[in-house]
């Protein structure tokens, strides 16, 4: 069964189920990316009129609609979709052959301690929102990261970002003067 949550964002939409939807981790896929794209389920989604984002995730999908398309005419779609992958399958959509790693750069013991409060203290609480917040890198006092999924472009992330992120950062990493998103 397919439940749905709403985000901070209006037109961000989080689809709950108790299948795994994704075990490599979060993944987010943009409709003008989706002509690349090998994966048919993620593929068929990006091509529903309206949607132009979707971030998946272990247990949630997110998807992101443009303002002209409605939540009723899209949310059926998105369930009924999901539903006809698990009668068909008994695997994620994202499956472990597509493994990916954690930021190729870190390296110093700073850039450990922001990727272990990025893990454990923000990114379950950007999850309960639909999205996700990546690592990009640490240089003179500043944090880059990029939001993704419902996080992106929504009216409150920056508020998010510098309230929540960045505060939290600045307390259990000394080294941190700001976080800026990409």
């Not at 075990?23 to 943009?30: A, C, H, S, Y």
């Not at 009129?49 to 005419?73: A, I, P, Q, R």
């Not at 110093?108 to 690592?135: C, M, S």
Request: contains cysteine; negative net charge.
């Amino acid at each position: 069964m397919i439940q749905t949550e709403p985000t901070p964002n209006p037109n961000s939409l989080k689809f709950i189920s108790e299948k795994t939807i994704s075990d490599i981790g979060t993944e987010e896929f943009q409709k003008d990316s989706s002509q690349s794209l090998t994966n048919s389920f993620i593929k068929e989604l990006l091509n529903f009129k309206g949607v132009e984002l979707v971030l998946l995730s272990k247990n949630f999908l997110s998807v992101k609609k443009t303002e002209e398309t409605s939540w009723n005419e899209l949310k059926p779609m998105v369930i009924s979709h999901l539903n006809h992958y698990f009668e068909n399958n008994d695997e994620p959509i994202l499956k472990e052959s597509k493994k990916t790693t954690g930021p190729s750069n870190v390296d110093d013991e700073t850039t450990k301690k922001i990727v272990d409060v990025l893990d454990t203290k923000i990114r379950p609480a950007v999850a309960r929102d639909g999205g996700d917040i990546k690592f990009k890198s640490f240089e003179n006092g500043v944090v880059k990261v990029e939001l993704q999924g419902s996080c992106s472009g929504c009216p409150s992330s920056l508020m998010t970002l510098k309230q929540g992120v960045q505060n939290l950062l600045k307390h259990y990493v000394k080294e941190v003067n700001s976080v800026e998103a990409i």
